[in-house]
């Protein structure tokens, strides 16, 4: 029996090796696989962080059209804390046939700017030739064929068609209401300012005679 045994050592030995060797190979085998699977889900991970990160703010950009006597008259982009004077700096700065005097009297340049705003800034011959009038009170805008508080043929203010910053103009309104007034539109009838409560009653009953749908 003891021979017996003695001629099985040298299988059992190598047999005994291949198992471990085996055994070594398993492991390897399975640490590097849940590694890799953990590198797959941090992987995974990060995508999912990523999908669900808010996008950035958007609506922080607002487009202008800046015309009449500037070096550069063009429709540009601006940040929505811009005000007039960088729409003026922008285009290049007023050229020398504007009316410089009458810019300063009427222009609030500290004023914010909005979305499809209308820029114009009169030549000296608009002002000459009447093509341009002058409020007596300060204005923020003034554009050709605008109304005046001291002329009887002036013409009202179509609200379908006027800027935000043209509806400021008007006696009463401020910015807010002026931007309600045009985000309301179309208006079939001057009373739709009431009835859609655009702005109070006593408000209307000062532009009432200023302005028109038509």
Do not use: W
Request: aromatic share 10%; glycine share 6%.
């Amino acid at each position: 029996m003891e021979g017996l045994i003695k001629s099985f050592q040298p299988f059992i030995k190598k047999y005994a090796v291949e198992s471990f060797l085996i055994c070594v190979a398993f492991c390897i085998g399975g640490v590097s696989l849940l590694l890799f699977l953990g590198e797959k889900n941090t992987k995974n991970t990060d995508t999912i962080i990523q999908t669900s990160t808010p996008p950035s703010q958007k609506n922080t950009e607002i487009v202008v059209d800046v015309s009449g006597a500037v070096k550069n008259p063009f429709v540009y982009s601006f940040h929505t804390t811009a005000r007039f004077i960088d729409a003026i700096q922008k285009a290049g700065g007023l050229t020398d046939e504007a009316d410089a005097a009458f810019v300063t009297r009427n222009i609030n340049y500290a004023r914010i700017l909005s979305d499809q705003e209308k820029i114009y800034i009169p030549f000296l011959s608009d002002t000459m030739n009447g093509v341009v009038g002058e409020n007596k009170r300060i204005i923020e805008y003034i554009q050709p064929n605008t109304f005046s508080n001291t002329s009887s043929e002036s013409k009202s203010i179509n609200i379908n068609t006027a800027s935000s910053l043209q509806l400021d103009q008007l006696p009463g309104v401020g910015k807010v209401q002026a931007d309600a007034i045009f985000k309301g539109k179309p208006y079939y009838a001057l009373d739709d300012l009431i009835k859609n409560k655009i702005i109070p009653q006593s408000t209307y009953e000062k532009i009432k005679e200023l302005i028109s749908v038509y």
